[in-house]
């Protein structure tokens, strides 16, 4: 599962800042910037609270989630890989057109 890469997709696809949601979370934005870069971070036990929050802001199940369940389509891995600055517009309207996430169960 490429857990940074779904939670930053599907970040992106609702429009939020990592200011926003760590905001949200009543966490500093470094906090929660690390869930998006440290492979590995999300899936630590000592997190799984906080986790269980991220998850339910970005609309995704956290016991789908954590069984991992979700992939990214083309525009998600396109809107995950781009690491510095925003998305451009033609990015932003193809994420705006679907989510970038989709549930493996349901695709089979």
């Known amino acids: 599962m490429e857990a ?7 970040r992106l696809y609702l429009d ?4 926003m949601v760590a905001e949200m979370l009543d966490i500093t934005t470094t906090a929660y910037a690390r869930y998006e870069k440290e492979p590995g971070h999300i899936e630590k036990e000592e997190n799984f609270a906080e ?5 339910e ?4 199940d956290p016991q789908t989630f954590f ?3 979700y992939v ?9 890989s781009r690491r510095r600055g ?5 990015l932003r309207r193809s994420l705006q057109q679907c989510c970038p ?6 695709d089979e």
Do not use: D, F, P
């Open 16 to 19: 939020l800042t990592q200011e």
């Open 4 to 10: 940074e890469s779904i939670i930053r997709a599907m």
């Open 72 to 80: 990214l389509n083309e525009a998600g891995y396109r809107a995950a």
């Open 67 to 69: 069984q991992g369940e």
């Open 51 to 55: 986790a269980c929050r991220i998850l």
């Open 101 to 106: 996430v989709a549930c493996k169960k349901a």
């Open 86 to 90: 925003g998305i451009n517009k033609k």
């Open 57 to 60: 802001i970005l609309r995704l």
